[in-house]
Nanobody, 129 residues
């Protein structure tokens, strides 16, 4: 049974940092395509940071470039999202997602996570003073 479990969300002041983790069980993250997606109230889900199969390419939402870093630890079968210099507009529910389909960014999967097989239940990030 595949499970993705996020952790690390919470309340942080503007300018602060958080590191989200997503522990995966049931399949190997190595060579998988992975991503973090955010959904703010009343808005569509958007891709924040994604890595394609075999780490060939990495995508970041323009508004987070230079502040967020996506990574994976294959030994721990865990993916991460390091978020620095957080802004109020970064707030929302963050979901990790992954699968082993071979699909590059030309399909657009990084935008909203369409056809990604496995998802976590989400962790809430609130940025407020």
């Amino acid at each position: 049974q595949v499970q993705l479990v996020e952790s690390g969300g919470g309340l942080v002041q503007p300018g602060g940092s958080l590191r989200l983790s997503c522990a995966v069980s049931g399949f190997s993250l190595e060579h998988a395509r992975i991503g973090w997606f955010r959904q703010a109230p009343g808005k569509e889900r958007v891709g924040v940071a994604c890595i394609s199969n075999r780490d060939i390419a990495t995508y970041y939402l323009d508004s987070v470039k230079g502040r967020f870093t996506i990574s994976r630890d294959n030994a721990k079968n865990t993916m991460y999202l390091q978020m620095n210099n957080l802004k109020p507009e970064d707030a929302g529910v963050y979901y990790c997602a992954a699968d082993q389909k071979v699909m590059d960014f030309r399909s657009g999967w990084y935008r909203g996570g369409a056809n990604l097989d496995y998802w976590g239940k989400g962790t809430v990030v609130t940025v407020s003073s």
